[in-house]
C-alpha cells in the first residue's frame, strides 16, 4: 500500500496540475473572447473539468481571473527586478517604469479582458477586498520609489502617499486612453506624461 504521505502529495500534485490546466485554458479564452463573454461554462467545456472542480479551486469567475492577474503582477516584478539595475537615478528608474508599463501591461494579451474585469460592477467582497491590496501594493511600489528619490535628492520633499496616488491614477488614465495607439506613439506619451509629472507645464516664477 502507498504510504499517505506519498499518496498525498501524488494528490495534491494532481490537484495543482488541474487547476493550472483550467487557468491555462481560462487565459487563452479571457485573451481571445474578453472577460465578459467567456463563461465557466466554456471553461469548463476547454478542461474537461467540471464546473464544481473550478469553483473548487477558484471559487468563482472572478477569483480566476485575479489568479491570471496575480501571474501578470510576478511577471512585471520580476521583469522589473531584472532592468532595474541599468537606471543610475530615479529619475531614470520612472521613465523605465513607463516604458515597462507599455510594453509589458499596454500589450499585455489579458489587458483588454483586465479592462473589462475591473470596469465590471458586480464583485463578491472578497474579490474587491483583492483589488483594494493590489492597488495598495502599487501605491507602496510607488511611494518606495518617490521616497527613494527624495532620500538621494532628487526630488524635493513632500507628501509621497499623494505623489504615489496621483503616479498610480496617471498610468491607469494612460492605459485607458493609449490602447488603440501604436506602440511608438504609446512610449512617446508615457514618456511625456513622467516628464510633466516630474518637472510639470508651468513656467517658473520670475
Known amino acids: 500500500m502507498e504510504p499517505t504521505g ?3 502529495n501524488k494528490k495534491q500534485l494532481q490537484s495543482e496540475l488541474t487547476k493550472r490546466k483550467v487557468a491555462d485554458a481560462a487565459r487563452a479564452l ?3 473572447k474578453g472577460y465578459k463573454a467567456t463563461s465557466i461554462e466554456e471553461i469548463s467545456e476547454a478542461t474537461g473539468s467540471s ?3 473550478i469553483y473548487y479551486h477558484f471559487k468563482s469567475k ?3 481571473f485575479l489568479y491570471l492577474l496575480d501571474e501578470w503582477e510576478r511577471e512585471w516584478e520580476e521583469n522589473w527586478q531584472q532592468n532595474v539595475s541599468q537606471y543610475k537615478t530615479v529619475t531614470d528608474k520612472l521613465y ?3 516604458k515597462q508599463m507599455v510594453l509589458d501591461d499596454l500589450n499585455h494579451p489579458l489587458s483588454k479582458a ?3 474585469f475591473f470596469n465590471h460592477d458586480e464583485k463578491p467582497g472578497d474579490v474587491e477586498e483583492r483589488i483594494i491590496e493590489m492597488v495598495q501594493g502599487h501605491l507602496k511600489f510607488n511611494q518606495a520609489l518617490i521616497q527613494q528619490g527624495i532620500d538621494n535628492g532628487e526630488f524635493k520633499t513632500d507628501n509621497i502617499e499623494c505623489l ?5 491614477s496617471l498610468v ?3 492605459s485607458h486612453m493609449s490602447r488603440q495607439l501604436k506602440l511608438q506613439n504609446a512610449l512617446n506619451v508615457y514618456q511625456q506624461a513622467i516628464k510633466i509629472y516630474l518637472y510639470g507645464i508651468a513656467n517658473s516664477p520670475h
Open 62 to 64: 472572478e477569483g480566476l
Open 164 to 168: 504615489a496616488l496621483i503616479l498610480e
Open 30 to 32: 479571457f485573451v481571445n
Open 96 to 98: 523605465g517604469f513607463a
Open 114 to 116: 483586465a479592462s473589462e
Open 6 to 8: 506519498a499518496a498525498l
Open 51 to 53: 464546473k464544481g472542480n
Open 172 to 174: 491607469i488614465g494612460l
